[in-house]
């Protein structure tokens, strides 16, 4: 069973348009929710993260929603540059120590227009 | 900038080799993973390893093993390629009370 499902698979978004990739999680004890943005040839890496106990995180273009009762967080990127095309990963987790891994979604491959 | 190296980062091998995707992290991190990651696909767990001589399986089922004699260096091997091998491995560590995780750019393998 997947733990964590995402969508769009892909999405097109003209320079400076609202790109928004949700993503949907089954186990209510995760504690942990990250992005990680990749790059072609690279791996992923870090973008954002939430945990449960705040609806909203928002570092510079880029903002989680977190909705807990519906199990669901998506990301928004605000004012989308060129420079933003990538794929995209959520994932969930734990973060204490004692957990082992994180569960990652399908991934949304977006492209920002000029 | 994350700290961690995987080698090679392309290989294309005959169907019966033995191979080996080294990993090494520079940072001292206590915990490393290894991922499987395929278009449109999620990434998959395969292995991972708390501490030096730790290791165990991931959710997904591969007939690679891994070890960790060392806390910076975490290779995973293959012991007889399949083209069902043939995939993007991705290596990954992150250290103790930290949930972020620091990639490597991975290793593309494919098996004829």
């Known amino acids: 069973q997947q733990q964590v499902k995402q969508s769009p698979q892909s999405l097109i978004v003209q320079k400076g348009g609202i790109s928004i990739i949700n993503c949907a999680y089954e186990?209510?004890?995760?504690?942990?929710f990250p992005w990680y943005q990749q790059f072609p040839g690279k791996g992923p890496a870090l973008l954002i993260a939430?945990?449960?106990?705040?609806s909203e995180k928002k570092e510079g273009r880029f903002t989680i929603s977190f909705n807990k009762s519906a199990k669901q967080f998506s990301l928004h990127i605000m004012d989308s540059q060129p420079g933003d095309s990538a794929t995209y990963f959520c994932?969930?987790?734990?973060?204490?120590?004692?957990?082992?891994?994180?569960?990652f979604g399908t991934g949304t491959s977006l492209t920002v227009i000029p | 900038e994350a700290d961690i190296y995987q080698t090679p980062r392309y290989l294309v091998i005959g169907t019966g080799k033995k191979i080996t995707l080294e990993c090494s992290q520079t940072m001292g991190h206590d915990k490393m993973y290894w991922y499987q990651q395929d278009p449109g696909m999620e990434l998959h767990l395969i292995h991972y390893s708390y501490g030096v001589n730790s290791t165990e399986k991931g959710d997904l089922s591969s007939e690679s093993t891994v070890s960790r004699i060392r806390t910076e260096h975490f290779p995973l091997t293959l012991e007889s390629a399949r083209p069902s091998h043939t995939s993007q491995y991705l290596c990954a560590s992150r250290g103790y009370g930290n949930e972020k995780l620091f990639f490597g750019s991975g290793t593309q393998l494919s098996v004829l």
């Open positions: 939430i945990r449960p106990d705040v």
């Open positions: 994932a969930a987790g734990f973060s204490s120590n004692t957990g082992n891994q994180f569960y």
């Open positions: 186990n209510t004890a995760f504690d942990y």
